[in-house]
């Protein structure tokens, strides 16, 4: 997961920009998805308002038609007729009322009154057994009514039709593609097909018609947005459809604002991403990922004994491992601080040393190993619980435990928390003593094991500064109380004779060795174990001169 948030923050732009063009997308498709269900809902709402209509004129003409057949004679003098206009009249639907003789001709109605001319009756659009009683459907028929002529449509039950005005519908018409009427045991008859249904879709709507389950929505062989409706309780058919390419000239303002908007929306995203993808190739934004995923990489360096030069110990150092790369203190240490994590980078620093120089060390008499501590993590419990827990999962109990603290003014609670470390068997450190405001009072509280003089002091040691002039200073407080001394930074065998002579018990610094991987501090430290079993023999064996 780091490499590939390292890998993230490196090509951050070609990213971002990849970023940005997939939220341009997705809103587009976002967009179009508004518009496809806008569409539905559209189609949706004209074939329910159709569907609300179909079933008002359906109950009312049943009802007439019922009330006329039970009701009245089919008889066409004035007196009947004009009681028929009373029904008429009470109607919401219904503009005229047919009478037929009993040879099938329309003879009369309530608006022209009786025929010279009875009328023969066409062929029906549907006729079917509704409630048991033989209707018939004529859809579309042109009546005279005064000196106008209208379209109706025309229902006929028994000796009695009723001439439903085609307006109330036709307004709706305009919505759809296709009205059709259906026979209880056939395919629907359609009674209305707009001019731009051609017939491949007269054959769709065939085919949609005779399935259980028509299509409701994007129908993609036809490349087309569909709606059929089956209106309850009547055999009516209702089909619309819109191609997609309709859909968005019909939508064109709506489709230029998302289009628009995805396009901003996709540049934003890009401007805010890249800078955010940029910050995971720092370490601060990774830094945690690089402590949880075994990031951290020990490095030992050898305390030596100035006046044996014996390996006694050994500093483990830290380095943040970044891939291939190694991140140095002074950048991931700034970034752990920030985001408090000190005792995560301590705690893994303490574990993964205890674990590997117990399983690469040979045994040992008291050997030193030293842990850097930050101040915020000074707890003796915490440490304490964690050291033990460690040291026993290894085995081991010859290394002498050290941790190395910075000089600064601690409270009471801090000092009382390294006296109990000291009480139980670790030692304490002053980590580069000399760089801040010493005095004996305050390192008389600490009461530290070891003062440790920082490498400054030591470079300048040769060139007989005033810096260097502080070391006897600060070798007379160690004295004073009960203190020794390491000097860091020793790289020649001149400052590390004159530092023995000073008084100083322990050296570390480039002279003696770099701080090490593991298997190579090991080697070494054989090595020089070596040599001085060497050298030592070869002293005890040379001849001694007697004078005469």
């Known amino acids: 997961m780091n490499r590939f948030r390292k890998h993230i923050g490196t090509l951050a732009t070609p990213y971002g920009i990849a970023i940005g063009m997939a939220s341009f997308w997705i809103c587009i498709g976002a967009s179009l998805l ?7 809902n559209s189609m949706a709402k004209v074939h329910e308002q159709m569907a609300t209509l179909i079933r008002s004129i359906s109950v009312e003409n049943e009802a007439t038609l019922g009330r006329l057949n039970q009701q009245y004679r089919p008889d066409c003098i004035d007196s009947n007729l004009v009681h028929l206009r009373t029904v008429l009249f009470s109607t919401r639907f219904i503009r005229d009322i047919g009478i037929y003789d009993d040879q099938n001709r329309l ?16 062929t029906p659009s549907l006729r079917e057994i509704r409630n048991g009683v033989d209707q018939s459907i004529w859809f579309d028929i042109p009546i005279l009514l005064g000196s106008g002529q209208y379209h109706a449509m025309v229902v006929r039950q028994g000796r009695f039709n009723v001439a439903i005005n085609q307006d109330a519908i036709s307004s709706l018409l305009g919505g759809m593609d296709i009205l059709g009427l259906q026979l209880a045991d056939s395919l629907p008859t359609p009674v209305f097909i707009s001019s731009r249904t051609n017939l491949p ?21 036809q490349r087309a947005f569909v709606r059929t409706d089956y209106v309850k309780g009547t ?28 396009a901003l929306l996709g540049l934003l995203i890009t401007a805010l991403v890249i800078p955010t ?13 690089l402590l949880r995923e075994g990031g951290i990489l020990c490095l030992y360096q050898p305390i030596i004994d100035l006046s044996t030069r014996h390996w006694v110990g050994c500093e483990v150092l830290m380095r943040l ?3 291939a790369d190694l991140v140095p203190p002074d950048q991931a240490i700034p970034a752990i601080l920030e985001q408090k994590l000190a005792w995560q980078l301590d705690a893994g620093v303490i574990e993964k040393g205890l674990k590997e120089l117990a399983g690469a060390m040979p045994p040992t008499s008291g050997f030193k190993i030293a842990f850097n501590l930050f101040p915020e993590n000074i ?42 470390l000291k009480q139980s068997g670790y030692r304490v450190s002053v980590d580069d003593f000399g760089t801040g405001y010493s005095n004996l009072g305050r390192v008389k509280r600490l009461a530290p094991d070891l003062l440790k003089i920082d490498r400054s002091f030591v470079f300048e040691m040769e060139d007989d500064s005033l810096r260097s002039s502080l070391i006897p200073e600060i070798i007379g407080i160690a004295r004073a109380i009960g203190s020794q001394v390491v000097a860091e930074g020793i790289e020649n065998a001149q400052q590390a004779e004159q530092l023995r002579k000073m008084g100083v018990e322990y050296g570390q610094g480039y002279y003696f060795a770099k701080p090490m991987p593991i298997q190579d501090f090991v080697s070494e430290y054989a090595a020089q174990a070596d040599k001085l079993r060497l050298s030592f023999r070869m002293n005890a064996s040379a001849p001694v001169a007697i004078r005469s």
């Open 34 to 40: 508004f518009i496809a269900v806008n569409e539905q």
């Open 107 to 122: 003879i009369c109605s309530t608006t022209e009154g009786r025929f010279l001319t009875p009328f023969d009756t066409p």
């Open 201 to 221: 879709w007269q054959r769709y709507f065939n085919e949609q018609s005779a399935s259980s389950h028509p299509t409701e929505g994007y129908d993609w062989r």
């Open 235 to 262: 055999p009516w058919v209702l089909q619309s459809y819109r191609t997609l390419t309709e859909v968005i000239v019909a939508q064109a303002p709506l489709a230029s604002f998302l289009v628009s908007l995805s």
């Open 277 to 289: 993808l940029k910050k995971q190739k720092e370490v601060s934004a990774r830094v945690y990922l």
């Open 321 to 323: 491992r970044d891939g």
């Open 379 to 420: 707890s003796f419990n915490r440490i304490n619980d964690f050291v033990q827990s460690h040291l026993a999962a290894t085995g081991r109990d010859d290394f002498q435990i050290d941790f190395e603290v910075i000089e600064q003014s601690y409270d009471e609670s801090v000092i009382r928390e390294i006296a109990r």
